[in-house]
Structures are given as C-alpha cells and as structure tokens.
C-alpha cells in the first residue's frame, strides 16, 4: 500500500492520529477520511494490501497499537502510532503489546525518540508518505521545515527480516521486527534497533544492546550508499539499469553470520547514490517502487508502492 497524506493548516492530533491509522488498516478512499485530510491532494494505492489491524484503540493519548502477523504466521510485530507530541509522529516498535493493560514489552531503542520519528506540522500543514504491507510499516514526512526526521532527513517505521540463522525459528520465540530510521542507517549505520536480540554467546540483548548493522553489498549500508555513486549495471544491449541491492541485517559483535535480510521479506532495496531522485518511481518486473530520501538529496532507499 502507498498513501500520500496531506494534511491541512490547523490539523488536529487526533485526526491525524485517526487518518494514519485507517490507511495502515486498509482504508483505500481517502473520501472516508477525517476533515484534517486534503482529500484533493491525496491518494491511495493498495495494489499491495496494507496488511495491519488495530490492537489497541486506546493505547495512550492520541495513539493506537497495530499488529500485523510475521510471515512465519505464528507471531506477530506491535507499532504504537503516537501522535502526541507536538511536532512528530512516532512509530513504536514493540515486542508485544497488552491490549488489557495498555502496556508493550521491550520497546525497540530510539523508537520513541522525537529525533528519529517523523515531523508533523499542524499548524501549517503537511505531506506524510505512507507505505506498508504486512511485512512492514514506513512513514516519511515532508513540511515547510524538511524531509523526514528531524536529524539524519530519512524515512523511518517497522520492518520485518528473514531468519537466516539456525537458531532463529518461530517457536525460539525472538522477535524479527526492527525499528528503522534509514536517515541515521544511510548517514552513520546508527538507525536499526529490534526489541529484543539473541548473540553466538547464547545471550538475550534489549534496549540500546539490541542494536543492527544493515548491510548492502558486502559492506554497511551507509559506505555503500557513500562509495557507490552514479553507478549504473549494463545490459546486453547496452542499456543501464539501476541495481536494486539486498539489505542485510548484522551484528559481527554479536553474531557470525546475517540475521537476516529486509529486502525479500518487505521488497525495501539499497540503491547507489546520485543515480535518482527522491520521489522518483522506478519500475521492475511489472512493479513500481518508490525512491525515498535518506540522510542526503542524493542517497535513497527503493521500496515497493504497486
């Protein structure tokens, strides 16, 4: 699913909070919107379904608790949108979340912080660019004042990974969701955080322990996108052709081999630098996918849109 939500001058938190959570949960008429919406300047594509629900309508003030099943189908990944705090927009990842209580388990680190959530301007107005499905769940705003986060400008939200590691099987019971900004990955490989990590060492990691390298090409993500510029891959007959790269999830620290991977799983790719633009769309194989800035107007990230 694809969103662009654009929010009108004088927007409420609620509303916002309302709109968002009825496009993650399989709106696709942005007639049925609330009046904050500027139904004239958005839209909604769900050639790929959203793929979450609502958990808990009344997780917090202004905030909701999604779920959406993990693709072993057994489990499942917990997001608190938050709308509370003036000027962002927070999507908290969380290991589970009590619907009774109100309460989740092991928040993944950053995922509440302002700086690394996306901004909202409701006094003048606002674009969010919504995508997900059922493997992921990525908001990226624009306003008068920037693109993206606060710090680092990137797109940030839940994303589910493979288990490459042999240990890593539903019923071990470890979580595959992550918390990304791509802003902070791209700029400085400080942007991914899951709620809860297991190491060679047979140990249980939470909190700011439980952080992620992404990879992309046999390196981090952030030299890649810094090495790699205006590289394109030829083709038989000459033409160019921009390389999607597989995102990696690691921790050599921790782990010998890969945890796994976001691309297969979410259809989120690593791209060379200075070969598009943000917003731009990029077709492969009969499917669209969306450029979308990270850190700098000239690294992106590629995520599926139809």
């Not at 959406?68 to 499942?76: K, L, T």
């Not at 979580?175 to 709620?195: M, R, S, W």
């Amino acid at each position: 699913m694809y969103a662009k939500y654009v929010y009108s001058a004088g927007s409420s938190q609620a509303q916002v909070l309302a709109d968002v959570v009825a496009i993650l949960t399989g709106t696709t008429d942005v007639a049925t919107l609330s009046a904050s919406c500027n139904k004239a300047l958005s839209s909604i594509t769900a050639t790929v379904a959203a793929g979450w629900a609502v958990h808990d309508v009344s997780a917090a003030i202004n905030a909701q608790a999604l779920r959406a099943a993990n693709a072993d189908s057994s489990s499942y990944k917990y997001v608190v949108i938050d709308t509370n705090t003036a000027g962002a927009i927070f999507a908290k990842v969380y290991e589970s979340w009590d619907a009774g209580t109100h309460v989740g388990s092991n928040l993944a680190y950053n995922s509440d912080v302002a700086s690394y959530a996306q901004r909202l301007d409701l006094s003048n107005g606002g674009t969010l660019y919504i995508l997900a499905s059922a493997r992921f769940l990525l908001l990226a705003s624009s306003i008068a004042a920037g693109w993206g986060s606060p710090s680092n400008g990137g797109p940030s939200g839940c994303f589910e990974r493979s288990r490459a590691c042999l240990w890593d099987t539903p019923s071990f019971g470890f979580p595959p969701a992550l918390f990304i900004n791509f802003g902070y990955a791209v700029a400085n490989d400080t942007g991914a955080f899951t709620p809860r990590k297991y190491t060679s060492g047979m140990a249980t990691q939470t909190g700011s322990s439980a952080s992620h390298s992404l990879t992309a090409n046999h390196g981090t993500l952030s030299a890649y996108c810094t090495a790699i510029s205006g590289q394109k891959v030829p083709a038989a007959d000459g033409s160019m052709w921009i390389p999607f790269i597989p995102i990696g999830v690691a921790d050599a620290a921790a782990m010998p081999c890969l945890y796994g991977d976001i691309s297969t799983i979410c259809d989120v790719w690593a791209m060379p630098s200075s070969v598009a633009s943000n917003l731009d769309v990029i077709s492969k194989n009969g499917a669209n996918y969306l450029c979308l800035q990270a850190s700098s107007t000239t690294k992106m990230i590629l995520v599926r849109v139809s």
